[in-house]
């Protein structure tokens, strides 16, 4: 085996790593919505403790990234395979942590009757990862096109975010008792909000990837 093929396969096994993290950082936060939705409290103990996992493979792609650079000294376009792995890496990593947030929120509002049906707050959490998806595509496929048709349903996200935050504020005067749970119901919010900025930062690198030239997809 050549270096140059050598050097391919590594770089496929760390792809395929952080696309495995991916995954389980998708699930968790579908998971953390429905735990939310049906106030399960076991399923959000669930996802506090399994982040450990995530934090687990994170810490491997980056041995596995700096490894790649101690032994093959990549040129110029490798490295930045390798470097942009690093961050989708990271952004996967806090998206992780975003489901966790939203499963601590959940124990918080505990079985507390919500005071509105949850049904709004999973529709953006679904058009946020919609955008995670396609950008992960974008990575997998270093299609710049795709990463930057995904970094514009940002606005939407961030529109729905606003009307959902003016719309729990309004609660406060009808439910004065329930000002921690509609304080846990807007930190949801937020917490979706920031993996469609996740997913934008990946887009983000992957045009970095591809062109070599920084865009701020988010401005």
Do not use: W
């Amino acid at each position: 085996m050549n270096v140059r093929t050598n050097f391919d396969q590594n770089l496929k096994q760390l792809k395929e790593l952080l696309l495995e993290m991916a995954d389980i950082s998708q699930k968790a936060l579908r998971d953390s919505i429905e735990a939310l939705k049906a106030q399960n409290l076991e399923k959000a103990k669930d996802i506090i403790a399994g982040d450990n996992i995530v934090d687990r493979m994170d810490d491997e792609v980056n041995a596995k990234a700096m490894a790649l650079i101690a032994k093959e000294s990549p040129v110029a376009s490798d490295l930045r395979k390798i470097i942009v792995a690093i961050k989708v890496s990271s952004e996967v990593e806090r998206i992780g942590d975003m489901a966790v947030n939203i499963a601590k929120s959940t124990l918080h509002i505990g079985t507390e009757k919500h005071i509105k049906k949850i049904v709004d707050i999973p529709k953006m959490a679904e058009m946020a990862l919609d955008m995670l998806s396609a950008s992960l595509a974008s990575f997998y496929s270093e299609d710049v096109t795709l990463a930057r048709d995904t970094a514009e349903k940002d606005d939407a996200v961030d529109a729905m975010y606003g009307e959902l935050i003016q719309e729990l504020m309004g609660y406060i005067p009808e439910h004065p008792t329930a000002i921690n749970q509609i304080t846990q119901l807007a930190f949801t919010c937020r917490y979706i909000e920031r993996v469609a900025d996740h997913a934008t930062n990946i887009s983000e690198n992957v045009i970095f990837l591809v062109t070599g030239k920084r865009f701020d997809l988010n401005a």
